[in-house]
C-alpha cells in the first residue's frame, strides 16, 4: 500500500470517528459539530463576500508585517554579524528583549494604538523579527571563512562580497528564519483581533476585524460554534498553505543547503 | 590552564553583557524622561510599580504580596502544567510513531494540518467547550504546544542509527523497553530542541489565553490593567512575562546541559 493512500485512508478515518462522535451524542451538536455541518458551513463561508474580505485583510496584514520584519531584520542581522563588536554589544540586548512574549504587548497596543491596523501589523513585526534576525546573525558568522579569503583573492569589491558570497551563503538559513518568522507573525495577527474583537464593516480592508474578529464574534458573541469552528479552519488552512509555499520556495530556489543548520 | 582562561573569558562575557544591557535601560531612562509620552512610563517607574505590586509585602512572607500568590502563582501552575502535559503526551506519541513509518502515514496529514491552526484562532472555540477558567488555559497551551514536541520527537525516533536497531535486535528487548530504552535516549537531543520551543510558545500561549478568558493569572492583571489605563501596571506585566521568559530558558538550558551534556560534548569532540 503506497503512502499516499495511507494518508488518505488515515485522514478520511479520522473525519469519519469525528462525525460519528459528534452525531452519537457523546458531545452536544452545538457545541461540537460534526465534519459534514462544518463542511457546509465551509462552502458557504467560501461564497460569502464579507469573510473573503476578513480573510484578506488577516492574510495581508501577515504578509505585510512579515515583510517589514524581513527589511529591518536581515540588514540588521548582516551588519551585527559582521561587525563583531556591534554585534555582541546587540546581542546583549536582542537577548533581553526576546524573551518578551510579544502577545503581552496587546493590552497596551490596543489601548496606545487603538484598533487600527497599525497595532496587529507592528505587535507581528515585533514578533517576527527576533527569529529572521537571530538566524541571519548565526549564519553571517558561520560562512566559511575560505570562501570570503578565496573571493578577497579574487579581488571581489565590497558589493560584490556581498551579492555573490555573503547573501546566497546566508539564504537558506534566512528563510528558515523567515519560515518560523511566518508563523509567529499570523498567531500575532489572529491573536490581536480575537482580543481585539468584532468587525465595523465600514472599515477599510486592513482594519476589519480579520479572521480573528470572525471567530470571536461566531463563537463568545453568536454561540454559532459551527461558524467559529469553519473559521477556524480556514486559519489553519491558511497556515497549511503558508508553509506549503515556503517549504516550495526553499526547494526551488534555495536547494544548495536546507538551512536546518542553524537552528 | 585553557580552562581557567575560557573561564576568565566567560565571566567578561556575561559581565559585558548586562553592562550594555545596563546602559541600555539608562538610555531608556533618558529618552522617556525627555519625551514625557503618557504610554512610555521611565524605567524606574516600572520598577518601582513592579515593588508596590509584588514585592512590598510582610517580611514574614519574603516580602511577597498576596498578588504574587492569585496572579503570579496560577499562571505558573498553567504554564508549566500545560507544557509538562503537552510534553508527555507529544514524546510518548512521537516514539511510537517515529518507530512506525505505516502509523506515521495514516496520521501525517491530520497532524501537519492541525499544527498549521494558530492556536490563538481556536481561544473562541474552547471558551464555549471549556468556559472560563483553567481548564480551557491547559486546553489551549496543551494544542499550542506540543507540535513542535511531537515532531522533533518523530524526527528524533525516526533517524535512529540503523547499527544500534540492528543491535538491540539481536537483544530481543520487548517493544516498550526498546522504545524507552534505546530510542528515547537517542532521541533527547532533538526533543529538548523542541521542549525549548514549546516553553516560549506555552508562555505566549499562557498570557493570551489569560488575556481572553480568565479570573486570575498576570494576563487578567494586564486586562484589570488596561480597563483602568493604568500604563505602568501593564508595563510591570510586560518586564514581568519578559523575566520569567527569560528565566525558564536559562533553567530549561541548565538542565538540558545535565541530562544531553554528552551529546554537546561528543558534538564538539567530533569539531561540529
Redesign the interface.
Same mark, same amino acid.
Given at each position: 500500500m503506497s503512502?499516499l493512500l495511507? &494518508?488518505i485512508?488515515?485522514?478520511v478515518?479520522?473525519l469519519a470517528l469525528c462525525e460519528l462522535v459528534g452525531r452519537s451524542g457523546l458531545v452536544n451538536p452545538n457545541? %461540537?459539530p460534526p465534519p459534514s455541518v462544518i463542511g457546509a458551513r465551509l462552502v458557504e463561508l467560501f461564497n460569502d463576500y464579507e469573510f473573503s474580505l476578513d480573510v484578506v485583510s488577516t492574510v495581508l496584514s501577515w504578509a505585510i508585517a512579515l515583510g517589514i520584519a524581513v527589511l529591518i531584520a536581515v540588514p540588521l542581522g548582516v551588519l551585527f554579524g559582521s561587525v563583531p563588536l556591534v554585534g555582541? =554589544?546587540a #546581542?546583549?540586548?536582542v537577548? $533581553?528583549?526576546?524573551? @518578551?512574549? #510579544?502577545? =503581552?504587548?496587546?493590552? %497596551?497596543a490596543?489601548?496606545?494604538l487603538g484598533g487600527a491596523a497599525e497595532t496587529k501589523i507592528w505587535l507581528a513585526v515585533f514578533g517576527a523579527v527576533w527569529p529572521i534576525l537571530f538566524n541571519t546573525v548565526h549564519a553571517v558568522s558561520d560562512i566559511d571563512p575560505v570562501q570570503i579569503n578565496t573571493a578577497k583573492a579574487f579581488n571581489l569589491t565590497r558589493r560584490q562580497m556581498l551579492t555573490a558570497v555573503k547573501l546566497p551563503s546566508i539564504a537558506p538559513f534566512v528563510l528558515t528564519g523567515i519560515r518560523v518568522s511566518g508563523?509567529i507573525a499570523?498567531?500575532l495577527v489572529?491573536?490581536t483581533e480575537?482580543?481585539a474583537g468584532g468587525s465595523s464593516a465600514s472599515a477599510t480592508i486592513l482594519e476589519r476585524g480579520g %479572521?480573528?474578529g470572525f471567530?470571536?464574534d461566531?463563537?463568545?458573541g453568536g =454561540?454559532r460554534?459551527d461558524l =467559529?469552528?469553519a473559521?477556524? $479552519?480556514v486559519?489553519?488552512? @491558511?497556515? $497549511?498553505v @503558508? &508553509?506549503i509555499v515556503f517549504v516550495a520556495v526553499q526547494r526551488r530556489w534555495v536547494n544548495w543547503s536546507d538551512g536546518d543548520r542553524a537552528? | 590552564m585553557t580552562t581557567v582562561v575560557s573561564r576568565r573569558r566567560r565571566v567578561v562575557e556575561i559581565t559585558g553583557k548586562w553592562v550594555v544591557f545596563a546602559l541600555f535601560v539608562a538610555a531608556w531612562q533618558v529618552a522617556t524622561e525627555l519625551a514625557e509620552a503618557p504610554y512610555f512610563p521611565t524605567p524606574v517607574t516600572i520598577g518601582r510599580t513592579m515593588v508596590d505590586l509584588w514585592l512590598s509585602g510582610p517580611a514574614a512572607h519574603l516580602f511577597l504580596t498576596d498578588a504574587v500568590g492569585t496572579q503570579i502563582v496560577p499562571s505558573l501552575l498553567r504554564l508549566l502544567g500545560g507544557w509538562a502535559a503537552a510534553g508527555a503526551i507529544g514524546i510518548v506519541v512521537g516514539l511510537i510513531l517515529g518507530r512506525s513509518g505505516k502509523a506515521y502515514d495514516y496520521v501525517s496529514p491530520t497532524i501537519s494540518f492541525l499544527r498549521s491552526i494558530p492556536p490563538p484562532a481556536l481561544l473562541p472555540v474552547f471558551l464555549v467547550l471549556f468556559h472560563i477558567g483553567t481548564e480551557m488555559q491547559l486546553a489551549t497551551i496543551i494544542f499550542g504546544v506540543i507540535w513542535p514536541v511531537l515532531l522533533n520527537t518523530i524526527d528524533g525516533a525516526h533517524t535512529l542509527d540503523e547499527t544500534v536497531v540492528e543491535t538491540t535486535r539481536s537483544m530481543r528487548l520487548s517493544r516498550t523497553r526498546f522504545l524507552a530504552t534505546v530510542v528515547f535516549p537517542a532521541a533527547l537531543p532533538k526533543i529538548f530542541a523542541g521542549l525549548r520551543v514549546s516553553l516560549s510558545l506555552a508562555l505566549i500561549l499562557m498570557v493570551i489565553s489569560e488575556l481572553v478568558g480568565s479570573t486570575n493569572g498576570i494576563g487578567y492583571q494586564m486586562i484589570l490593567a488596561q480597563r483602568n489605563f493604568a500604563i505602568a501596571e501593564m508595563w510591570a506585566g510586560i518586564v514581568l512575562l519578559g523575566i520569567l521568559g527569560y528565566v525558564l530558558n536559562v533553567l530549561l538550558l541548565a538542565v538540558q546541559n545535565q541530562v544531553i551534556g554528552w551529546h554537546i560534548r561528543s558534538k564538539s569532540l567530533t569539531g561540529r
Open positions: 503512502r495511507r &494518508n485512508i488515515g485522514t478515518g479520522v457545541q %461540537l555582541s =554589544a #546581542s546583549a540586548i537577548e $533581553f528583549l526576546r524573551p @518578551i512574549p #510579544s502577545v =503581552a504587548m496587546i493590552p %497596551l490596543l489601548v496606545a508563523s499570523l498567531i489572529v491573536s480575537v482580543l %479572521l480573528g471567530i470571536t461566531a463563537g463568545t =454561540a460554534m =467559529a469552528i473559521g477556524t $479552519f486559519a489553519g488552512l @491558511i497556515g $497549511f @503558508i &508553509n537552528r | -
